[in-house]
């Protein structure tokens, strides 16, 4: 059956013949779905809360894990790195230049009486820069840093060991890295015989 609306003002729906038509032949549907009541969006909001919570300390403990990660590779490195080169010049070393050099206190500085590859008289000096760098000349002329640049000395002392057979040199040297909030601080010692001193 069709309808037609012919009274605008009114809005009443006739038949063509012009009967009027029952408000019960057009039911309103009701739907059966409801809305969030305000303890079911106050549970919501807090169960997002504490997500993003564990979200971001997971996201915090992951970056600490790869600053402590990184940062002892840097320790390690540097810490690799200068005890292998004074190490090494120090065995290779046939004296100590004591005037020159600042024993049993921190910064320490160590001068080297040694030879180069051509067999002529040289200094080798390792020292701490103000930016708390271990440096190292070779006669006189700067060779540059032996740690990464993140990586500082706090605390490095040379000691001069002399005996009636030969002269040592004993290191301590403390290490520090510290990057957005994650530090580190590493001590190493080593004692090493000067070669050509041996007698």
Do not use: C
Not at 29 to 47: D, K, N, W
Not at 173 to 187: A, E, H, P
């Amino acid at each position: 059956m069709k309808y037609k609306l012919i009274n605008k003002r009114n809005g009443e729906w006739r038949m063509e013949n012009g009967a009027k038509i029952p408000h019960s032949s057009f039911p309103i549907p009701h739907s059966t779905r409801r809305g969030f009541t305000l303890v079911e969006m106050i549970i919501y909001i807090a169960f997002f809360a504490m997500l993003s919570v564990l979200a971001i300390n997971a996201t915090i403990m992951v970056m600490k894990s790869f600053y402590t990660l990184r940062i002892n590779q840097s320790i390690s490195q540097s810490a690799t790195t200068a005890l292998e080169r004074m190490s090494r010049e120090i065995r290779n070393a046939y004296s100590i230049d004591t005037e020159n050099s600042t024993f049993d206190t921190s910064p320490g500085r160590l001068t080297l009486l040694t030879k180069d590859d051509l067999g002529t008289l040289t200094t080798i000096e390792f020292y701490t820069t103000a930016g708390n760098q271990i440096n190292m000349k070779v006669g006189g002329v700067e060779q540059g840093s032996l740690m990464t640049k993140t990586v500082t000395v706090t605390n490095i002392v040379f000691m001069s060991i002399t005996t009636s057979n030969s002269k040592a040199v004993k290191i301590e040297m403390t290490l520090t890295d510290n990057r957005s909030g994650v530090s580190k601080t590493v001590k190493y010692y080593d004692t090493i015989v000067l070669r050509g001193s041996m007698h």
